[in-house]
């Protein structure tokens, strides 16, 4: 029985819907799923885990309680785990927590580290993800006593397949002498997140100003969307960085991309071509948001977004 390890995210503690895809990722005949989860309690989120086809869902806890979040002792807390378990490969989101916590748990174990994939194969030991700005795909191979993956969020369909979970609990004591988290701050921003998100919509320079994305949000809140920008839209002011979809920005992978007045660079085509739907809305015939989507409107922004509100 081949051992596999899921980092298990939550928010406002809540286990993000994104993790199902990772364990429908992981599944296999042969594969025992132990699912890591730090900072939290487990016994709310088994039976949703379960569904999924978690086996072993395992509490990291530290003598005084939950580990409060440091990215260094969570990534010692968690390779801690994996070499009680016997777990060699690793499975998480790439996430803003992902990104802290897979490349340091792969510089201490020495292991392969592969961020974004977009596919995988445990028992070749194989990932896709795309590469030169999302001009094509690599298919990489990696080697070694440990494998660390980060899958890019709602890449892989999350399908049921129940079993019977175990909680275990399990206590460590990392510490983290070199980086000391004093206080945490959170985004204003508020709503779902981008990489969470089943339909995404976004703006660029036909926006204007900043409180014209406010057509985007009484919109997104009606069809439970996540709203976005592009790069032109953030380095104007119009929208803070996390909203940014694109190559220096956030990578999507929503069911349905709604794209308001964005020309569509190469840069931003790299952070969500691989979203299920695209639609552009975009005065340009000629845009090459138009030329690269699944349906387009060619009309006013200002007039076919609060229509469709």
């Known amino acids: 029985m081949r051992k596999i390890g899921i980092l298990l995210e939550t928010k406002d503690g809540t286990l993000k819907k994104t993790n199902f895809g990772v364990i429908t990722a992981a599944r296999a005949d042969g594969h025992e799923l132990y699912g890591f989860l730090v900072g939290g309690s487990g016994a709310g ?13 395992v509490e990291i806890t530290c003598k005084e309680g939950a580990l409060d979040w440091n990215p260094v002792s969570w990534s010692r807390a968690i ?40 596919d995988i194969n445990l028992s070749e030991h194989t990932v896709k993800k795309s590469q030169f700005s999302g001009k ?12 660390i993956y980060g899958v890019r969020p709602n890449v892989f369909e999350a399908k049921p397949s129940p079993a019977e979970a175990e909680v275990i609990p399990f206590q460590t004591d990392p510490e983290s002498d070199s980086l000391v988290v004093k206080e945490v701050r959170q985004d204003a921003a508020r709503g ?32 439970g969307a996540a709203v976005g ?26 069911k349905v991309y709604i794209a308001c007045g964005i020309s569509g660079s190469v ?3 790299a952070g969500m071509k691989t979203s299920g739907l695209i639609v552009a809305v975009n005065t340009d015939p000629e845009a090459n948001m138009v030329k690269n989507c699944d349906y387009y409107i060619v009309a006013d922004l200002f007039e076919v977004i609060p229509e469709l509100t």
Request: proline share 4%.
């Open 45 to 57: 989120y088994k039976t949703a885990l379960e569904a999924y086809g978690l086996h072993k869902l």
């Open 136 to 147: 094509t795909v690599a298919t990489i191979e990696v080697k070694g006593p440990f494998y």
């Open 267 to 269: 840069q931003h085509f």
């Open 192 to 223: 779902i997140d981008l990489t969470e998100a089943d339909i995404i919509i976004s703006g660029g320079r036909g926006m204007k100003n900043s409180d014209n994305f406010r057509i985007l949000s009484e919109c997104a809140e009606l069809i």
């Open 229 to 254: 920008a592009s790069r032109v839209a953030v380095d104007a002011g119009w929208a803070p960085h996390s909203m940014q979809v694109g190559q220096t920005g956030a990578t999507v992978s929503p």
């Open 79 to 118: 390779i801690d785990a994996m070499g009680h378990f016997g777990v060699q490969t690793l499975l998480g989101l790439t996430s803003a927590q992902g990104k802290e916590l897979l490349p340091r748990i792969a510089a201490a174990l020495d292991a392969p580290l592969v961020i974004d994939c977009m």
